[in-house]
Antibody
Framework: EVQMVESGGALVQPGGSLRLSCAVS????????LLWVRQAPGKGLEHVSG????????YYADSVQGRFTISRDNSKSTLYLQMGSLRTEDTAIYYC????????????WGQGTKVTVSS | QSVLTQPPSVSAAPGQKVTISCSGS????????VSWYQQLPGTAPKLLIY???KRPSGIPDRFSGSKSGTSATLGITGLQTDDEADYYC????????????FGGGTKLTVL
């Protein structure tokens, strides 16, 4: 079964750090680009960060550039998002997602992990 | 403010048809494929339509997609109460740095 499972979400104070993980199973992890999408409470979806199959290409939204770092460990089939200098506006559910079985669309999503930034 | 524009809400009665629009620009919808997602409360988005008009395996043909120029439309026929959800359009945007962009979401209410 193709699966992506996020973990690491927590309540953290403003200015703090957090590392999210996304464990992948059921497909060849090293073949696909992976991304993080977040959804603030009651809001829409935002592409926060992305990483190419060989970690040679990255994307960061302007809102997280310089504060977040995306990485992948192909030996562990795991995607990471290191989050630093967290702000209240980073409060959201963070999903990892990818394209596996269809082109030009995100057909595989994790269940999400909740990050709350609050004092 | 989302890059792609969707109506905040639509509603229709069970059995009826509804359409949800998604408007963008030449840097996104105009030159890339559109996909549509359904998000039930408390769950992750689920792919409904890809490559503007195609349905993944398991998605009923009550769901359809179309695209014209810089706009796209999701159609749902034979509405069921289970269709009540948020719907998002998405595509690739090539402004400055290539990335995914999403619509703001449309809440479908089945009356």
């Amino acid at each position: 079964e193709v699966q992506m499972v996020e973990s690491g979400g927590a309540l953290v104070q403003p200015g703090g750090s957090l590392r999210l993980s996304c464990a992948v199973s059921g497909f060849s992890f090293s073949t696909y680009a992976l991304l993080w999408v977040r959804q603030a409470p009651g809001k829409g979806l935002e592409h926060v960060s992305g990483l190419g199959p060989n970690a040679d290409t990255t994307y960061y939204a302007d809102s997280v550039q310089g504060r977040f770092t995306i990485s992948r460990d192909n030996s562990k089939s795991t995607l990471y998002l290191q989050m630093g200098s967290l702000r209240t506006e980073d409060t959201a559910i963070y999903y990892c997602a990818t394209m596996v079985s269809v082109p030009n669309a995100l057909d595989i999503w994790g269940q999400g992990t909740k990050v709350t930034v609050s004092s | 403010q989302s890059v792609l524009t969707q109506p905040p809400s639509v509603s229709a009665a069970p059995g009826q048809k509804v359409t949800i629009s998604c408007s963008g620009s030449s840097s996104n919808i105009g030159n890339n494929f559109v996909s549509w997602y359904q998000q039930l409360p408390g769950t992750a988005p689920k792919l409904l339509i890809y490559d503007n008009t195609k349905r993944p395996s398991g998605i009923p043909d009550r769901f359809s997609g179309s695209k014209s120029g810089t706009s796209a439309t999701l159609g749902i026929t034979g509405l069921q109460t289970d269709d009540e959800a948020d719907y998002y359009c998405a595509t690739w945007d090539t402004t400055l740095r290539a990335h995914w962009v999403f619509g703001g979401g449309t809440k479908l209410t089945v009356l």
